[in-house]
């Protein structure tokens, strides 16, 4: 008996085991089921475009792409912002919009939150960056001591301060590049001699957007002039703000309330809850600081550290938050380790100008740095990465020796020198996963791109504080100029992969010598020339050849 009801118990475990089964299979693969059927057609289209993160994209129109300039310009009392037109056929298909901050000396960008993920690169000058990520705790904390007397000492005077707490603040300098998820407010400060100048883009099609793909600036203080916000991406002028310089003033958040409600918020009186709408500042959204800015932060002095030992620690703190973010059983993205895996501890910066960090150098043509996810996993989050490059301009001298003769004797040897300018190359490149918005810090370059007609879609001169979109898949190549050439480019993919058409490590070169005889049409000896003429890998310096070929 028992046997038998041992039998039957084995036999109802097996079968409820195989329905669950059933059942979770079914729940896994119910979603690819419905890309053929299942929902109805508005409903299913409605929930993919929900969570597709390019759901606001149109039709790129390709057929010509343009260098874009800025469109509206945003004074302030103490720097200026300049936005480029979000319109642009270019900049609706990366989905992105495009800013250029400058800070003057002393200036203070107002704190400010926006709607998208925000990637900065600092072109000049040095200052301060302050994240107020919420829920993390303020660890940079003083009494009242060690605010004595800061910024007025020069007066002779000492005034007690009361003590403070804050979040970490962090300092920025030329070629860092810095991470803003949406919705986290931030803030700028100027504290070098020269101009503070960003520049960024807004990926207003990433899914932390959950409004449309226009960019919106909510601003905590100050009165900021409009511009920032503009109207509908493909409705042309709105009430928002749009065209040239603007006039006029949007104010920020505080003023959309009534000041009972406000002073109610915050326990404090209503006179303090009416200034916080600042409806009677004229100053816009970067404004001077009259003194000294008061905020706790270690002094370089403090460490006491030698000379390198910062660049070695960030090395460090790199490869731990490597091994946070990378799971060997997970694959990419966070492993269930604990309350460190958060906001509050990961880096949101990252320097990218020394040429220590190049991916890729030619000491005759210039070099490539790359920064994906992979070394700023923030990036995995705002699905963005950045790339820093500079191509030479190389100057040739060549030297010749001639000999005059009389009858026997050599009368004068001299030396003839020829110098020549000659301009490094990027190779023909595309980008598999991404689009590149290419921002032109220095110098100038010739820049084609090619499209899927097989015609050029660009060809032309780009210069300082120029802006051009490479779209997707858009096979491009860059020519220093008369001034060199530099740049960064932001990508709209956290781990973007560039695939060189030319030199070692290209397209051409993986493929078999019959493959390229049969398509082109050339001797296997052309071929082999395609192939090996070109020994260097992304930058190619002038008229550099391998063995194979003809060195100039």
């Given at each position: ?197 960003l520049v960024s ?104 550290r030698s000379e ?133 810090t220095r110098g ?109």
């Amino acid at each position: 008996m028992a046997s038998s009801s041992s039998v039957l118990s084995l036999g109802l475990t097996l079968g409820l085991l195989v329905l669950v089964h059933g059942c979770f299979g079914q729940i896994l693969e119910q979603p690819w089921q419905w890309q053929g059927q299942g929902l109805q057609g508005g409903q299913l289209q409605s929930r993919r475009q929900q969570r597709h993160p390019l759901r606001f994209r149109a039709d790129c129109r390709l057929e010509n792409l343009n260098v874009l300039q800025p469109s509206r310009t945003i004074k302030a009392e103490a720097g200026v912002t300049e936005i480029w037109d979000e319109n642009e056929n270019e900049l609706i298909c990366a989905g992105a919009t495009f800013l250029r901050h400058v800070i003057r000396r002393n200036g203070l960008y107002l704190p400010a939150f926006t709607n998208a993920p925000e990637l900065f690169y600092v072109v000049q000058g040095r200052g301060l960056q302050g994240v107020a990520i919420p829920g993390c705790p303020e660890t940079y904390q003083s009494d009242e001591s060690q605010f004595q007397g800061r910024g007025r000492e020069s007066r002779g005077v000492s005034e007690r301060v009361s003590g403070d707490r804050h979040q970490k603040v962090r300092e920025i300098r030329e070629g860092d590049v810095l991470a803003l998820p949406a919705g986290i407010s931030h803030w700028i400060s100027n504290q070098g001699q020269s101009d503070l100048v960003l520049v960024s883009i807004v990926y207003t099609s990433s899914e932390q957007n959950q409004l449309d793909e226009n960019i919106r600036k909510f601003f905590l203080a100050g009165n900021p002039q409009q511009g920032f916000s503009g109207g509908s991406r493909r409705g042309g002028q709105s009430t928002r703000g749009r065209g040239g310089q603007q006039g006029g003033n949007f104010g920020n958040i505080f003023q959309g309330f009534d000041d009972e409600l406000i002073a109610e918020s915050f326990g404090v009186e209503s006179e303090l809850a009416r200034r916080l709408r600042c409806e009677d500042d004229r100053r816009g959204h970067i404004v001077e600081v009259r003194e000294e800015l008061q905020v706790i932060r270690p002094r370089q002095e403090e460490g006491g550290r030698s000379e390198g030992w910062e660049e070695r620690e960030r090395g460090r703190e790199r490869e731990r938050e490597r091994e946070r973010w990378w799971s060997p059983r997970q694959g990419r993205g966070y492993s269930p380790n604990g309350l460190e895996e958060t906001l509050c501890t990961m880096r949101l910066k990252e320097n990218i100008e020394n040429p220590v960090r190049a991916d890729f150098y030619n000491p005759r043509a210039g070099r490539i740095t790359s920064l994906n996810s992979f070394s700023l996993p923030i990036l995995s989050y705002l699905q963005l990465s950045a790339e820093r490059g500079v191509l030479y301009r190389v100057i040739c001298i060549y030297t010749s020796i001639q000999r005059l003769v009389s009858s026997y004797l050599i009368i004068k040897v001299f030396n003839s020198r020829a110098v020549h300018f000659q301009d490094a190359v990027v190779a023909p490149h595309f980008y598999m996963n991404s689009h590149a918005i290419i921002y032109v810090t220095r110098g100038n370059a010739r820049i084609q791109i090619a499209g899927d007609l097989g015609r050029a879609v660009f060809d032309g001169e780009v210069q300082e504080n120029q802006v051009l979109v490479v779209p997707q898949n858009f096979v491009v190549i860059k020519k220093a100029g008369s001034e060199g050439f530099e740049w960064v480019a932001f990508r709209t993919n956290d781990n973007a992969m560039v695939v060189p058409l030319a030199g070692r490590l290209s397209v051409l070169r993986a493929m078999p010598e019959d493959v390229l005889v049969n398509s082109y049409g050339i001797s296997r000896e052309e071929a082999r020339r395609l192939k090996y003429n070109r020994e260097e890998v992304g930058i190619f310096s002038p008229g550099s050849r391998s063995v194979h070929g003809r060195r100039d």
